[in-house]
């Protein structure tokens, strides 16, 4: 049973990273430990570790994208987010049984949202 989804990251700059999931995507942010945080909001909770010298996320291809967020609002989402993020899925119903749209984070990694059709 999994009781819990806990993401991990490397960004390049914490201060930047957590200014856009706080300001952009409505998360808290938590001091962990230096050189790392908590970006909490819902059932989502994502450490960060700063790591300056690391692959940047933009050079690991096309699904690169480290999360799939099923939402209860995805159009109030999206006019909430799409004005202040790099979109890179535009808004559109897929056969699969989803609306979705996709992001790049400030750090350079994707995160897509859905909701079933």
Known sequence: MITRTQFVLAVPDLEKSSTFYRNVLGFTIHDLA??????????CSIMAGECPDALPPRELGDHSYFAYFVVD?????????????????????????????????????????????
């Open 34 to 43: 230096p050189g790392w945080l908590r970006y909490e909001r819902d059932g």
């Open 73 to 117: 609002d995805l159009d109030a989402l999206h006019a909430k987010i799409s004005p202040a993020a790099e979109v890179t899925k535009q808004l559109r119903a897929e056969p699969w049984g989803m609306r979705e749209f996709g992001i790049r984070t400030a750090d350079g990694h994707r995160i897509m949202f859905g909701q079933p059709v």
